[in-house]
């Protein structure tokens, strides 16, 4: 049973973690345990009230409360700070009954109620056993009459073993450099982590991961997370003076704030979280395991290799080009060609055209059909660019609706790319959206979008509400999630990729409807390992659309730019037309080989071999899910160099099998090839791919 019930605890277990609390000696619901399954059930602790230590730090502080609410003595961080209709500020929370639910996923239902007040807050979990992940939320129901005011509604505090120091990873970024690793020891106080752009992930992302000891890629004890949302969000990384270590996350509480009238509930996104004591590696295929089957919308489907010439030509689209550029992609193999920015009305530069998404007919005067035709013609499908949440000044929606943007009427707005941002928290804006959107793509063939969002919020005035309009930020998120939903409903058979200038919307949010994500505007092959080395802590290969372009093309070869993007799902955005005969046939043999190699990139586990924060080398290598088939990617980089490349010990092979590594003559057994390894002698700037296959 994945979910015991044993002396008043409630006992979570997944494959190789288990997840306990209960009510402890003074009745309070209180976290137990959260790390490896025991064999026994009632070896899990009991919860004890810890009592007080001095009236400065009550028993209450020191209580390791599973959602705890702003009030009373307990000064660390709360999930939950409601302001009710009597201006009283304080909450109680008390244990009030259980429920197991009879779903597809073993869930349990926790309920806490105010002591005084008519609130009720229900605490959900869901067990993932094999991807050993447990997925929380929480509903707040208001059950009285009079307004209550939500200022903060975390999904999840997660407690960590009281016992130990520990050290957090987590990325930090901006525009064109997303996704920096970093790793620092939680020293007592609270590290925060957050997002109050309304985009969720260029300067750092709603993920975490924590260990203590002598944890590595491949051994030792992570404890990692990720919240499902796409907007505001926040992390609380907390160490108590007395050496507690607890990580509340959730939507961000910074201009946030969500009156509920009587009777009316309010739910968090989730947070999923996961424990393994086999090193970051193993939390990296968790996640990836369980993006790919539990929330891709296409999950099991491998992504097509695509030609998307953005960096080669910017908005100088229209259809000869564009049908000049598809002759080329389809002779290379290309399987999807994408047209990015500057197809519709009025989009001769950044200046214009936003909101007005029907062709610009004096660069497609025939419309779409025609080139769509031609790509079809040629053996490949069709993808399109759209920035839906986005409007000029200069476009027929907004001389039609000023009033839809995001302002504060007296002040002045931020242009920010020359565009504004439509309010996505109004219905109006939301069925103008899935009305529009959904009309092009009933009207052309269309097989893929591409849904950018090239800005961050500012000013954030919301002119027609009615409410409080500091429920702007989570109602845009669920207004996104409304028209982006409802077209992929109506448009099943469309595949679509998420991009917010690059891997700004890059979260298990998004997910829930994007079949892939562009991870980042630099398409610089050397900066781009880096940036995938941080992607792939939380995100699946398949998720990572990585282009071959034109970027660091004077210091990186045609190969070396291949290898790179074929560790993703490949794309390719050179200029086509500059590209030699030889440059091109070149590129046809490596989409050839990607295409071979692309079910075990794309649905395998990844192991990363050699890191770049260790030095200028970085490697990785794909096994299927049956052990039988391998890839192999290695890169050196020129700096700080020269420096020999080192030998490499591949992972997740069979020890018992026999395998051949391309390019090297002895067979061996996996055992061998992961303990003894093998010398690639790459030198600097050198890369190479090379097939894994088992032969016994
Ligand atoms: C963003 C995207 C790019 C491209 C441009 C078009 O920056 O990340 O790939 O689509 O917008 O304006």
């Given at each position: 049973?994945?979910?015991?019930?044993?002396?008043?605890?409630?006992?979570?277990?997944?494959?190789?973690?288990?997840?306990?609390?209960?009510?402890?000696?003074?009745?309070?619901?209180?976290?137990?345990?959260?790390?490896?399954?025991?064999?026994?059930?009632?070896?899990?602790?009991?919860?004890?009230?810890?009592?007080?230590?001095?009236?400065?730090?009550?028993?209450?502080?020191?209580?390791?409360?599973?959602?705890?609410g702003?009030?009373?003595?307990?000064?660390?961080?709360?999930?939950?700070?409601?302001?009710?209709?009597?201006?009283?500020?304080d909450?109680?929370?008390?244990?009030?009954?259980s429920?197991?639910?009879?779903?597809?996923?073993?869930?349990?239902?926790l309920?806490?109620?105010?002591?005084?007040?008519?609130?009720?807050?229900?605490?959900?979990?869901?067990?993932?056993?094999?991807?050993?992940?447990?997925e929380?939320?929480?509903?707040?129901?208001?059950?009285?009459?009079?307004?209550?005011?939500?200022?903060?509604?975390?999904?999840?505090?997660?407690?960590?073993?009281?016992?130990?120091?520990?050290?957090?990873?987590?990325?930090?970024?901006?525009?064109?450099?997303?996704?920096?690793?970093?790793?620092?020891?939680?020293?007592?106080?609270?590290?925060?982590?957050?997002?109050?752009?309304?985009?969720?992930?260029?300067?750092?992302?709603p993920?975490?991961?924590?260990?203590?000891?002598?944890?590595?890629?491949?051994?030792g004890?992570?404890?990692?997370?990720?919240?499902?949302?796409?907007?505001?969000?926040?992390?609380?990384?907390?160490?108590?003076?007395?050496?507690a270590?607890?990580?509340?996350?959730?939507?961000?509480?910074?201009?946030?704030?969500?009156?509920?009238?009587?009777?009316?509930?309010?739910?968090?996104?989730?947070?999923?979280?996961?424990?393994?004591?086999?090193?970051?590696?193993?939390?990296?295929?968790?996640?990836?395991?369980?993006?790919?089957?539990?929330?891709?919308?296409?999950?099991?489907?491998?992504?097509?290799?695509?030609?998307?010439?953005?960096?080669?030509?910017?908005?100088?689209?229209?259809?000869?080009?564009?049908?000049?550029?598809?002759?080329?992609?389809?002779?290379?193999?290309?399987?999807l060609?994408?047209?990015?920015?500057?197809?519709?009305?009025?989009?001769?530069?950044?200046?214009?055209?936003?909101?007005?998404?029907?062709?610009?007919?004096?660069?497609?005067?025939?419309?779409?059909?025609?080139?769509?035709?031609?790509?079809?013609?040629?053996?490949?499908?069709?993808?399109?660019?759209?920035?839906?949440?986005?409007?000029?000044?200069?476009?027929?929606?907004?001389?039609?609706?000023?009033?839809?943007?995001?302002?504060?009427?007296?002040?002045?707005?931020?242009?920010?790319?020359?565009?504004?941002?439509?309010?996505?928290?109004?219905?109006?804006?939301?069925?103008?959206?899935?009305?529009?959107?959904?009309?092009?793509?009933?009207?052309?063939?269309?097989?893929?979008?591409?849904?950018?969002?090239?800005?961050?919020?500012?000013?954030?005035?919301?002119?027609?509400?009615?409410?409080?309009?500091?429920?702007?930020?989570?109602?845009?998120?669920?207004?996104?999630?409304?028209?982006?939903?409802?077209?992929?409903?109506?448009?099943a058979?469309?595949?679509?990729?998420?991009?917010?200038?690059?891997?700004?919307?890059?979260?298990?949010?998004?997910?829930?409807?994007?079949?892939?994500?562009?991870?980042?505007?630099?398409?610089?092959?050397?900066?781009?390992?880096?940036?995938?080395?941080?992607?792939?802590?939380?995100?699946?290969?398949?998720?990572?659309?990585a282009?071959?372009?034109?970027?660091?093309?004077?210091?990186?070869?045609?190969?070396f730019?291949?290898?790179?993007?074929?560790?993703?799902?490949?794309?390719?955005?050179?200029a086509?037309?500059?590209?030699?005969?030889?440059?091109?046939?070149?590129?046809r043999?490596?989409?050839?080989?990607?295409?071979?190699?692309?079910?075990?990139?794309?649905?395998?586990?990844?192991?990363?071999?050699?890191?770049?924060?260790?030095?200028?080398?970085?490697?990785?290598?794909?096994?299927?899910?049956?052990?039988?088939?391998?890839?192999?990617?290695?890169?050196?980089?020129?700096?700080?160099?020269?420096?020999?490349?080192?030998?490499?010990?591949?992972r997740?092979?069979?020890?018992?099998?026999?395998?051949?590594?391309?390019?090297?003559?002895?067979?061996r057994?996996?055992?061998?090839?992961?303990?003894?390894?093998?010398?690639?002698?790459?030198?600097?700037?050198?890369?190479?791919?090379?097939?894994?296959?088992?032969?016994?």
């Amino acid at each position: 049973m994945p979910i015991t019930i044993l002396d008043q605890r409630w006992i979570l277990e997944t494959d190789q973690s288990a997840y306990v609390l209960g009510l402890n000696t003074a009745g309070k619901l209180a976290h137990i345990w959260w790390g490896a399954r025991l064999p026994r059930a009632v070896d899990y602790p009991r919860p004890v009230d810890p009592g007080e230590w001095s009236s400065f730090d009550t028993a209450a502080h020191r209580t390791p409360l599973e959602y705890p609410g702003w009030g009373g003595t307990d000064y660390t961080e709360p999930c939950l700070k409601v302001t009710f209709a009597d201006g009283v500020r304080d909450t109680v929370l008390d244990y009030a009954g259980s429920q197991l639910v009879n779903g597809e996923l073993p869930e349990l239902i926790l309920t806490l109620r105010d002591r005084d007040y008519p609130l009720r807050v229900d605490l959900h979990y869901r067990l993932h056993e094999t991807t050993n992940l447990i997925e929380r939320w929480v509903v707040v129901t208001h059950e009285g009459s009079q307004p209550v005011t939500l200022e903060r509604v975390f999904s999840a505090q997660w407690h960590l073993p009281a016992d130990g120091t520990y050290t957090l990873r987590h990325t930090v970024g901006r525009w064109n450099d997303e996704m920096r690793l970093v790793r620092e020891p939680l020293m007592p106080g609270c590290k925060v982590l957050e997002s109050r752009r309304l985009t969720s992930s260029h300067h750092a992302n709603p993920w975490f991961s924590v260990d203590r000891g002598s944890t590595d890629e491949n051994q030792g004890e992570v404890w990692f997370g990720a919240l499902v949302w796409s907007g505001n969000w926040k992390l609380a990384a907390e160490v108590t003076e007395f050496g507690a270590t607890r990580l509340s996350m959730g939507v961000n509480d910074w201009d946030f704030a969500w009156t509920l009238h009587a009777g009316e509930t309010f739910t968090t996104p989730a947070c999923l979280a996961g424990y393994t004591h086999y090193g970051y590696g193993a939390a990296s295929r968790l996640c990836h395991d369980y993006i790919r089957s539990e929330v891709l919308p296409h999950g099991k489907t491998l992504h097509p290799v695509l030609y998307n010439a953005w960096e080669a030509v910017q908005f100088a689209v229209d259809e000869p080009s564009q049908m000049r550029l598809a002759d080329l992609a389809a002779e290379m193999g290309v399987e999807l060609f994408v047209v990015d920015d500057g197809w519709f009305k009025g989009r001769e530069n950044d200046r214009a055209g936003l909101g007005d998404w029907t062709p610009d007919l004096r660069k497609f005067p025939r419309g779409l059909g025609p080139l769509i035709q031609k790509v079809h013609d040629c053996g490949m499908r069709f993808g399109l660019w759209v920035e839906p949440e986005m409007v000029n000044a200069n476009s027929d929606l907004f001389r039609a609706h000023p009033d839809w943007v995001i302002q504060f009427p007296t002040r002045a707005r931020t242009e920010a790319r020359n565009q504004m941002i439509l309010n996505l928290a109004r219905t109006d804006v939301q069925n103008h959206l899935i009305d529009t959107l959904d009309r092009l793509l009933s009207e052309n063939a269309i097989d893929f979008i591409k849904w950018d969002m090239n800005r961050n919020v500012s000013e954030p005035g919301w002119q027609t509400v009615d409410g409080d309009p500091r429920e702007f930020w989570v109602r845009y998120v669920q207004g996104l999630y409304r028209v982006w939903g409802t077209l992929r409903n109506r448009h099943a058979q469309i595949f679509w990729q998420g991009c917010s200038g690059g891997g700004g919307r890059a979260d298990l949010g998004i997910l829930h409807l994007a079949d892939q994500l562009w991870t980042s505007d630099n398409t610089d092959a050397k900066a781009r390992l880096r940036i995938q080395e941080g992607f792939s802590q939380l995100f699946p290969a398949n998720v990572m659309e990585a282009w071959v372009t034109d970027a660091g093309a004077g210091n990186t070869s045609l190969s070396f730019r291949f290898h790179v993007s074929m560790c993703g799902s490949l794309g390719v955005g050179g200029a086509l037309d500059c590209w030699s005969a030889a440059e091109r046939e070149e590129a046809r043999s490596w989409i050839e080989l990607y295409k071979s190699i692309r079910p075990v990139v794309q649905q395998g586990y990844q192991y990363r071999l050699l890191s770049l924060q260790q030095g200028p080398f970085a490697a990785l290598n794909y096994v299927s899910k049956d052990g039988s088939q391998g890839v192999l990617f290695a890169f050196h980089l020129d700096e700080p160099g020269p420096a020999v490349f080192p030998r490499l010990r591949l992972r997740g092979l069979d020890p018992q099998a026999v395998y051949r590594v391309e390019g090297v003559e002895d067979t061996r057994s996996g055992a061998a090839w992961m303990e003894d390894g093998l010398d690639l002698g790459l030198g600097c700037l050198e890369s190479t791919v090379r097939r894994i296959e088992r032969v016994d």
